[in-house]
């Protein structure tokens, strides 16, 4: 990876990042905007809807955002709500994050699911409903085995990193437990 520059475009403060990725992109509304970034430094492209919609209390829509992208071998690209969405609106996405692989050339679509019991969104076209983050993704080779080799947490799964409680309020408990607990 090259290192920062000090002058040039990308600059961010006093330090510029390595020339961005390119992503070959194909509009398929020539109305609505190309995905950009809202702030600097944002990972996330903000998505738009291509169409006009209402989505009930508890109800799940797909909407298209107008947009197709051909992203180069080794990258692929997760499809993440918006927070101001899913805090003010209860507005998330099914299956977060949407996964669109690099071989993948048809239209982005969104599946959108309105978490509140009582009331519907309403969302307009060109509205943002989605963050579109590009990743590099690697490849593996899986190798079967008889044993996985051990590890400290081994097969603890849901909740065995100790619940929904700060670990400041848990240390207390485990502490007065004592070691043998």
């Known amino acids: 990876m090259a290192p920062a520059s000090q002058t040039g475009a990308g600059r961010v403060g006093a330090v510029t990042t390595d020339p961005a990725l390119e992503v070959l992109l194909q509009r398929l509304d020539p109305d609505l905007p190309v995905p950009s970034y809202a702030h600097p430094g944002d990972a996330g492209a903000d998505l738009v809807t ?5 989505i009930p209390p508890q109800g799940r829509v797909t909407v298209p955002t107008g947009t197709a992208i051909a992203l180069p071998d080794g990258y692929a690209a997760f499809v993440h709500p918006r927070s101001g969405l899913a805090a003010r609106h209860g507005l998330t996405i099914v299956n977060a ?3 669109v692989d690099a071989g993948y050339r ?3 679509a969104v599946t959108l699911l309105n978490t509140d019991v009582e009331h519907p969104v309403e969302l307009h076209r060109g509205d943002r409903v989605a963050q579109l983050v590009v990743q590099k993704v690697e490849r593996v080779r899986f190798v079967e085995v008889e044993r996985l080799p051990g590890s400290h947490r081994g097969e603890g799964g849901f909740g065995s990193s100790g619940g929904w409680r700060s670990a400041a309020a848990a240390a ?3 502490q007065a437990a004592g070691p043998d607990a």
């Open 97 to 99: 994050p949407g996964t």
């Open 106 to 108: 048809g239209e982005i």
């Open 172 to 174: 207390p408990a485990e």
């Open 50 to 54: 291509r169409v006009d919609v209402v």
